[in-house]
């Protein structure tokens, strides 16, 4: 079992940077492949960025060149740096882990980027 706990959020304006962390508890994170999701207001959820156990790394087209997906296996945690928001980029960010068939998810963060 594993417990997701997101923190970082907030509220910045066009332009500016917002840095995310999601801790794990629980043994073998260096085993589970971690992500970033985000759901705005009337939208589906969409992955915004992954990284694997080997530290391969993939992003949304959307967020491409602006965000970056990094994790530290001895703090169990993986962070998302959020550079030039813009205002689409506002939405309740999830943290999400998977290893074989068990995913998890955290209770979320919300990112709003508004004048």
């Known amino acids: 079992q594993v417990q997701l706990v997101e923190s970082g959020g907030g509220l910045v304006p066009p332009g500016g940077s917002l840095g995310l962390s999601c801790a794990a508890s629980?043994?073998?994170?260096?085993?589970?492949?971690m992500a970033w999701y985000r759901q705005a207001p009337g939208k589906q959820r969409e992955l915004v960025a992954r990284?694997?156990?080997?530290?391969?790394?993939n992003y949304a087209d959307s967020v491409k060149g602006r965000f970056t997906i990094s994790r530290d296996n001895a703090k169990n945690t993986v962070y998302l740096q959020m550079n030039s928001l813009k205002p689409e980029d506002t939405a309740v960010y999830f943290c999400?882990?998977?290893?074989?068939?068990?995913?998890?998810w955290g209770q979320g963060t919300q990112v709003t980027i508004s004048s």
């Open positions: 990284i694997t156990t080997t530290f391969s790394t």
């Open positions: 629980g043994n073998f994170f260096y085993a589970y492949s």
């Open positions: 999400f882990a998977r290893r074989m068939n068990d995913d998890y």
